[in-house]
Each structure stands twice: as C-alpha cells, then as structure tokens.
C-alpha cells in the first residue's frame, strides 16, 4: 500500500486523538493535506464575514465561537475543544457563502486546517469521515440549542454563573484573568450590569475578584 507523505508530529497528535475514530488512511490523508498553526490566547482564527476556505480542526487548547447583531454586539455561542470542528464553519464550507460567527482563542491553541475541497471527497470515501461530520453538527446545534434556552429562559445572574463555571472548566482553572467588560461583551450585556452581578456572587460566597481577576470558589479546591 502506498501511503500519503505526511508529517510525523502531526500523525502521532491526530493518531492519538482520532486512532479509535478515524483509520489510519484517512489520518495519513488529513496530516498530507493539512495545516497546523498555533496560536497564542485572543488571537482571531475567523472572522465575520471572511470567506471559508478551510475547515479547522482543535488539536489543543480551547476557542470560543461568537456571533454578533447588526451593531456589532457579541454572543457567545459554544466553545471548541480537543477534536472538535466548528459546525457553522462546516455549513459555511458547504454552501459557500460567508462566516457568520467570530472564532477566538480563549487560550493558547493548536489547530489543523483542511481544505474544504477534501470534505466532499472524505465524505464518500470515509464513512468514519462521514460519521464525524453528522456527530460534530449534532453536537454543535446541541451547545446553540442550549445557549438560546439559557437566553431565553435564563436570568442574567444564572447565565453569569453558568458562563464562569464554563470558563474555569474550559481553563481547568479557578483562577480567571479576565475583566467585567470582556464578560458583559460575551453576554451581550454591559459592563455596569455585569459588574453590579459579579458584586453579588462575591457576596454570595462563589467567588472573589480584583482588577482583570476573578476567582471561581466552587473550583479552588478541586
């Protein structure tokens, strides 16, 4: 058999990360065709209205994907781990229209991108290929599904809570250097709001802050 040239780094993160998902054929096919490019924490992969020409694939670290409304507000809809692909970015690829979501760094990351021209091929040729799409839109539409009903039927201090929780769980640390303005941005809040909000969970015992600081209590000691 002859195998596709490919880089052995790659190979052995995406073997390790996908051996029981994809064969090995297809992880040789993935690492010939695609690119790995790191980046550092708060650095823009997407970007609203860019045009899609490769489909991005989270070997570390952790992105957050946003949407925004006409003026420009932001909304945080799902974050990106360890083997997961965008869904949005996928539907993007297959339509061929523009990005509508904003994708960012929340920490440093890794992330290898393919061209778009092989999801199509991939899709016929690999049923484990095929699988990993459907479960990756499922997942995805899963996360907005729960991110409108935490909207929707959620306060503003649940969502807060929640929002914290996910960031320490995300960071795999209870110690979060960010500022009330950053949150009120991914909440589509503002910053007085947000900051009358982070008062009372303070007082309430969940946890402590100082400037671009916030402890979540309910990690520290895990």
Known sequence: MNFIPFDIKCYDRLFERFSYVFEPELINEICANGQLRKFDEDQTLVDVGDTITHMPLVISGSIKIMTEDKDGAELLLYYLELGDTCAVTLNCCTSGSKSTVRATTE??????????????????????????????????????????????FNSLESRLEKYLRDKAWIAKSAKLNISHQEIANDLHSSRVVISRLMKKLEKNGLISQSRNRVDFLEFMDK
């Open 107 to 152: 920490t440093k990351a890794e992330v290898l991108f393919v061209p778009v021209s092989f999801m199509e091929i991939w899709m016929v040729k690999y049923k484990s290929w095929r699988n990993f799409i459907l479960d990756s839109y499922n997942s995805r539409l899963n996360e907005m599904v729960s991110a409108i009903d935490n909207i929707v």
